[in-house]
């Protein structure tokens, strides 16, 4: 079992910065992988960054050269660096990890609860 928090989310100025963490905690052997989604007002979810088991960090095209996400060695912190934020990146921001379980193996999602970041003048 894993759990996940979300925390450093806010009101900021367009162009601003801020800088997200998910901490987990419980099982960490378990997680297979992990990313950032987000959720803007009256939209559905959008995948914004995801951090493979092997290193490899993707990012959605819209937050590309702006946002940095980076984990340690454990998976116990992963940081989304958010800079020159838009209006439009104005959302909750979910941590979403994938624990390996079974027998028979498989895939299981974990999510937080999010953090709200308003990017308005």
């Known amino acids: 079992q894993v759990e996940l928090e979300e925390s450093g989310g806010g009101l900021v100025q367009p162009g601003g910065s801020l800088r997200l963490s998910c901490a987990a905690s419980?099982?960490?052997?378990?997680?297979?992988?992990m990313a950032w989604y987000r959720r803007a007002p009256g939209k559905g979810r959008e995948l914004v960054s995801f951090?493979?088991?092997?290193?490899?960090?993707n990012y959605t095209e819209s937050v590309k050269g702006r946002f940095t996400a980076s984990r340690d060695d454990a998976w116990s912190t992963v940081t989304l660096q958010m800079d020159a934020l838009k209006p439009e990146d104005t959302a909750v921001y979910y941590c979403?990890?994938?624990?390996?379980?079974?027998?028979?193996?498989?895939?299981?999602?974990?999510w937080g609860p999010g953090t709200l970041v308003t990017v308005s003048s």
């Open positions: 979403r990890a994938r624990l390996v379980v079974g027998p028979p193996r498989g895939l299981r999602e974990e």
């Open positions: 419980g099982t960490l052997f378990s997680i297979y992988d």
């Open positions: 951090l493979s088991k092997g290193g490899t960090t």
